[in-house]
Every structure is written in structure tokens, then in C-alpha cells.
């Protein structure tokens, strides 16, 4: 296929330059945003009397016949074409003859692409963004299970307050509404349109920009044609917030690989989400976690390529920018795979509530409740400090848990114990006592997944 720069020379180059040249391999993705762009052009063209109404109706009927033929197989996209906009433009031409060749009036490949991009990335993010509040609701539904569960909370990786499951899920999903909201902003900054602009300078027919524009559903066209063809902005911000997002499926990977562990047989996988060993009969490996941890570096990745290409590019238009599109592809991609096992992974998880309470016992974690009972006695923090933590010591001595010991025990570390010190430290009370707001207290848990029930069913992208 012809080269659509053909002219000053015959599009002939040497065979390693075409193969480093050619970018159908990755952005033959973008067949459906170079269509309908291309679409959207025509119709311009012809409102501004710069094309017939008869081209028109002629490039854009052919337009959709090759869209229709791409999706049905009958028209298999050729790989030896420059780029998608080459192969499009190419098969059109065949297809219409001097017709096609007036569509490309107006605008350049370089304003082309970066239409394409955006108008792809738009659609990335309402698909993730599906994705994430499903996650969001799967998480949400096992707190509500669990917003009465005891479990420890830690710090540093050590036991160190009782606190409810549902809680401790709900952190998460928190995470997840905030990444919701940086999707949501980064939206507006995808959603300029960019046509128009052409190499870089504009163009000296009368276009209509902000028609072609919305057309497509962009908002606004961007002011500046410079910026408008040399912007990849708006792929460093999509990433990041990507990059995010994956962070936050790895810190809720590990997790999972943890409580799912024999040492702490918190939950339980489904067999659907985890693996077995080649050798060892008895394993039940949580793969699927931790390659969504492992795949976070593959993300990351993408940010810094993205970063590192645009860091020292002069204005406006580089063909450096070609490596925009596998960054983008690839994160979205990562992002998107592990999200779509994660949200079954974490619906069909099994809470194992009394392995949980069981272990917040162990760990003393209602030792800073038992200080607090005999600072509300009259005994100085750090006296009712000292005194707890000489308790603790002797129980771990002799294998008992601060429930275990009798009155006339406790009595002899300090008079002021009584029977009521019991209630003080039974875990249920400690979890239900911190009903502050935001608090682990099951009352507190339920207002919490009332505020995510309602932002998920107010939600709107716009």
C-alpha cells in the first residue's frame, strides 16, 4: 500500500527503517475511533460547502461498509500498511476512487492520532471505572457480612487493636472511590478535541472545529493547534491514576496472600482463584493474587515509559510519540485483566470469622482497653501503662490471655480492678465502644457503607 506522504520522494525506505517505522501492529486497535473521526471530518466538510453533499454521503457510506467489513472478518486488516490511517484511508480510496482522496482535507495524521487516542482513552475509562464501582460493591457486600467480625488490626505487621473485618475491608474500598475520582477527573482532560489543529498550525479552510467536536462527544476543542497535536498529558495523568489503582489491588493482593496463609487462615479462596503445586499434593497457591501484585510493576512501567518519551520533546509533533499507544494499551489492558478476576475472587472469598477472634485474643490487643479501664479508675496513663504491660508480660510467660485471669489475679497488680473489668476488656465491647466517626464500631461500619451505597448510585462521570 502506498505511503500517504508520497511525493517529494517514491515511500521506498530500507527494510529495518519500515519495520521500525511501522506502527499497524499496535494502533490497528484504534480502527473504530480512526473510522468514526473520519466520519465526523466528512460530515464537517461538507456543512462548511469544503466537500459536496454527494462526497459527502459517498465517503461516509464507505466509512461504515469498511468499519462493518473490519468487525465481520470480511476485511482483515493489512499489516504491511505505515498505520491504521494509512490502511483506512488506502482501502477507502479503492473502495470510492478521487472521493476518498478529498477526506483527508483539513486535517493531518498528526491531529488524526491524537483524536484517535483520546476518543479510545474516553472509552477506557468508563469501562475501568464499571469495573472499579463493581469492585467497590463486591467489597462493600462482604463487609456488610462481616461489620460485627472481630479481627486484630495491626501496625508495623503486629497485633495491635481489635477491630471488625467489615472495617478493615472498607479501607479498601475507600481507596477504590478515590480512584474512581481521579479516573472521573482525568476524564475532563481527555474529553478536548484536538481535529483540527492539523500538522500544527491549522489550517486555512473555514472548519468548524467545535461542530466536529461535538459530533465525536467531546466538551470543548483544545485553544492552542500546537498543544493540540503535541498534548500526551492526558495518557501521563490516565496511567497514573491506573498506576493507583493497581497499587491499590496490591496492597489488597497481599493481604489476601497473608490471611489466606495457614498462619493466619483468615480466609478463605475460592478453588476458582488459586492453583495447585506441581509437587507438593497439599498446596493451595493464591496465584491470582499475587500476580496481580506482580503485574503492578508491569504498570508502573508503562507510567515511566510514558514520562521518559515525552520528558525532551521539542514542539510540536514527534514521531517519538508513536510509543505512546503500546504504554497506553498495555496498562489499560493489565489494569483491566486483574480487575476483572479480582471482583469474583473477592466475591466468592470466605470470611473465617472464628480463626479471626481467635487470633485478636492471642494478641493482647485489648491491653491499651485495659489500661484505659484503670485510667477511667483514677491511676495515672502511664502508671495504668506499666502496670498492663508487666500483665501482659506474666500471661505470655505462662501461655494465658488477659480474659483468662481471675480477679484475685488481677488484684494483685492493683486494687483498683474489679469485676466489671471483664466487660472492659471483652473484645465486642472494645470494637463496639469505638463508634467515633469513622470508627471500627459495627454502628460506624453501617454508616460507612451507607455513604458507599449512595455515592455509587449517584455516580455520573460528567
Not at 472521573?184 to 481527555?190: E, G, N, Q, T
Not at 496472600?257 to 498446596?283: A, C, D, H, R, Y
Not at 480492678?417 to 469513622?438: H, M, P, T, W
Amino acid at each position: 500500500m502506498s505511503k500517504l506522504w508520497e511525493g517529494r520522494d517514491s515511500g521506498i525506505i530500507d527494510e529495518f527503517a519500515e519495520q521500525l517505522n511501522s506502527s499497524i501492529g499496535v494502533d490497528k486497535r484504534l480502527y473504530k475511533e480512526d473510522i468514526s473521526g473520519s466520519v465526523a471530518h466528512a460530515e464537517m466538510l461538507a456543512k462548511q460547502g469544503i466537500i459536496s453533499e454527494e462526497d459527502k454521503k459517498v465517503l461516509v457510506g464507505a466509512l461504515n461498509s469498511v468499519l462493518c467489513d473490519i468487525e465481520n472478518g470480511t476485511l482483515q486488516i493489512d499489516e504491511t500498511s505505515e498505520d491504521i490511517h494509512t490502511f483506512i484511508e488506502g482501502v477507502l480510496t479503492e473502495r470510492v476512487g478521487a472521493t476518498g482522496k478529498k477526506l483527508h482535507t483539513a486535517r493531518s495524521r498528526n491531529d488524526q492520532v491524537a483524536l484517535d487516542l483520546r476518543l479510545f482513552v474516553k472509552k477506557e475509562i468508563i469501562e475501568i471505572i464499571g469495573l472499579l464501582k463493581n469492585l467497590v460493591l463486591v467489597i462493600t457486600d462482604k463487609a456488610e457480612e462481616s461489620k460485627e467480625a472481630v479481627c486484630p488490626g495491626y501496625t508495623h505487621l503486629q497485633r495491635a487493636q481489635p477491630i471488625t473485618f467489615g472495617q478493615h475491608l472498607l479501607a479498601y474500598v475507600f481507596m477504590f472511590i478515590r480512584d474512581i475520582e481521579r479516573l472521573k477527573d482525568a476524564y475532563k482532560r481527555v474529553d478536548v478535541s484536538p481535529i483540527g489543529s492539523c500538522a500544527l498550525a491549522g489550517t486555512t479552510y473555514d472548519t468548524d472545529r467545535f461542530f466536529e467536536a461535538e459530533k465525536l462527544g467531546f466538551s470543548t476543542v483544545c485553544l492552542n493547534s500546537i498543544d493540540g497535536v503535541s498534548d500526551r498529558d492526558f495518557c501521563v495523568e490516565y496511567i497514573s491514576a491506573l498506576a493507583l489503582v493497581q497499587t491499590h489491588l496490591s496492597r489488597f493482593a497481599e493481604e489476601l496472600v497473608l490471611w489466606s496463609s495457614w498462619e493466619f487462615k483468615f480466609v478463605e479462596l475460592s478453588p476458582k482463584f488459586t492453583t495447585g503445586s506441581s509437587i507438593m499434593p497439599q498446596k493451595k497457591n493464591p496465584d491470582i493474587a499475587e500476580l496481580t501484585r506482580g503485574k503492578t510493576g508491569r504498570v508502573y512501567g508503562d507510567l515511566v515509559s510514558i514520562l521518559t518519551i515525552l520528558k525532551g520533546l521539542p514542539l510540536a509533533y514527534n514521531k517519538d510519540m508513536q510509543e505512546d499507544k503500546e504504554a497506553v494499551f498495555d496498562a489499560g489492558d493489565t489494569v483491566k485483566l486483574c480487575l476483572k478476576a479480582f471482583i469474583p475472587m473477592v466475591g466468592t472469598m470466605k470470611p473465617l470469622k472464628d480463626n479471626m477472634k481467635k487470633a485478636a485474643q492471642k494478641g493482647f490487643i485489648n491491653a491499651t482497653d485495659l489500661a484505659d479501664y484503670l485510667v477511667k479508675k483514677g491511676e495515672p496513663f502511664r502508671n495504668a501503662y506499666k502496670i498492663c504491660g508487666e500483665i501482659v508480660g506474666d500471661c505470655i510467660k505462662s501461655g494465658k490471655i488477659l480474659e483468662m485471669l481471675t480477679l484475685s489475679e488481677y488484684k494483685k497488680y492493683s486494687d483498683m480492678f474489679e469485676n466489671d473489668l471483664y466487660q472492659a476488656i471483652d473484645l465486642n465491647n472494645c470494637v463496639n465502644k469505638r463508634a467515633s466517626f469513622g470508627g471500627t464500631a459495627p454502628s460506624s461500619v453501617e454508616k460507612q457503607i451507607l455513604f458507599v451505597k449512595e455515592y455509587i448510585a449517584k455516580f455520573d462521570i460528567l
